[in-house]
């Protein structure tokens, strides 16, 4: 036992353990009864055995009112003696030597459940806690991920943690729980987006199907999660480029440059760059949204086939079933009219042989839907792949966003802003400036232009910001499209 140290005793719940913890948990008029010899302790509904050192679970029995027990940080190894505790709510086994979920049954009103950190390898022997909302079994021995499975028939599970098994390491582990288990609202103390489940529970339907479920992990990651109320530019990750938004993003914040803006070679600059940043702007847009309706349309495409694969497979599983049906009627007629046993013997044998024939038919029938759906699969990840893998290609490189049109405006913009406000500076020194428009100058804009240190360094702060901006954008739109 790993957890044991070696000064310390393994204990055994007795009638004076549990005396004490109703005396320290008790209110001082409840303790007080409790000392008294044969107290009834029915009124007890909350008893807390947290590090006592406790090898077994005994001698509970007359506590049948109890609610809440606590029996964490101890060195139990076995699930027993709870039998007679058939109003407990909360169960807290956490941080034992537990092996087996076992012990249970009776629980029936049992709601939140902790096996958190102990041996357990499998999950089994929950059937009968229907009204539970809360499991935890995280850091235990869970190796087979399919288990899960079981905890389908619990309908009041919303939470459930699993952290720090063995199968959480595996690929898909998160969607595979939420696909097989809907109504999850939160997993190892995450909140399940309501999104994800519709879409996994659109695939899975009301089935389980195993090969339906398995869809989901490839269905999932072409993106094809439409959350509620979102708009198209949102889902084609060309948001806040229509329009002049990604413009007015730039220079909505940038108080310095308007006020420079009181210039007037500086007022014609601004006025004249906007139009053609949008313009860069809006091509982009339109090129996100043209590479939306392909990525749609593949997946429509991939939801109309599997759909006909799978109604095929249903059909054709009815008829050969159907044909079974008749067949094995037809039997039951001869041997209900037969008089002769060596007759009736040789009618069960052709009947045995018939569902082995039904066995094999259908069988073959799966293996040949699995080959399908899994050609399907492959098939479509490699068109997603590539409509991906184009889209990225085209953000960072081909199309001119980054590397060309977007930074090459701004930049251009900036030497051009420089040198007007370096010139409007040296006419200044040398009192070139018109007087009429020299006294129009706010006093805030004749203070920046009279350090060239600060107006410079005013100007290039402004300028970095803005390529930031510029960045994030495309940043944002290529780490949408890899989480896609």
Known sequence: MS????????????????????EEKCPEDLGDLARQENTNVKAVTELQLSFKSILQIANLWPLENLTKLQLDNNFIEKIEGLESLVH???????????????????????QDLSLYSNRISKIEHMDALQELQIFSIGKNNLTILEDVVC????????TLNLSGNPFCSKEHYRLFVVAHLP???????????????????????????????????????AGSLQKSGSQKHTTAFVEHLNGSLLFDNLYGEDREVAKLASIPAVEDLLQAYPSWFVLVSENLYN????????????????????????????????????????????????????GRDDIAESKQAQGKENVHQL??????????????????????????????????????????FHSIQCRDLENEQHEKLMEIIIATMEKLEEEEFEKNLEDNLPDDVRKLLMDKNTIVSTINMSHRIRLRKIDKRESDMLCNIYKW
């Open 183 to 221: 109504s999850l609202v939160y997993l190892d103390f995450k909140l399940v987006r309501h999104s994800t489940v519709r879409f996994l529970h659109s695939l899975t339907g009301k089935s389980g199907n195993s090969i339906l479920q398995s869809l989901c992990f490839v269905a999932l990651g």
């Open 88 to 110: 407990l709510v909360w169960l807290d086994l956490s941080f034992n030597n537990i092996e087996v979920i076992e012990g249970l049954d009776t629980l029936a009103k049992l």
């Open 3 to 22: 957890q044991f140290f070696s000064n310390v005793e393994p204990n055994i719940i007795d009638d004076e353990m549990v005396q004490k913890a109703i």
């Open 151 to 158: 905890l389908r028939r619990l309908k009041n599970l919303r």
């Open 287 to 338: 090129y996100g949204l043209e590479e939306y309706e392909k990525r749609e349309a593949e997946v429509s495409k991939f939801y109309k086939r599997f759909h006909e694969v799978l109604t095929v497979n249903q059909q054709e599983s009815k008829r050969i079933i159907s044909d079974f049906e008749s067949q094995n009627q037809k039997r039951l007629d001869e041997l209900y009219q037969a």
């Open 359 to 400: 066995w094999d038919a259908l069988m073959t029938l799966e293996v040949l839907v699995s080959n399908d759906l899994e050609e399907l699969l492959q098939e479509f990840k490699r068109s997603i792949d590539v409509i991906a893998s184009t889209f990225i290609e085209t953000i960072q490189g081909i199309y001119p």
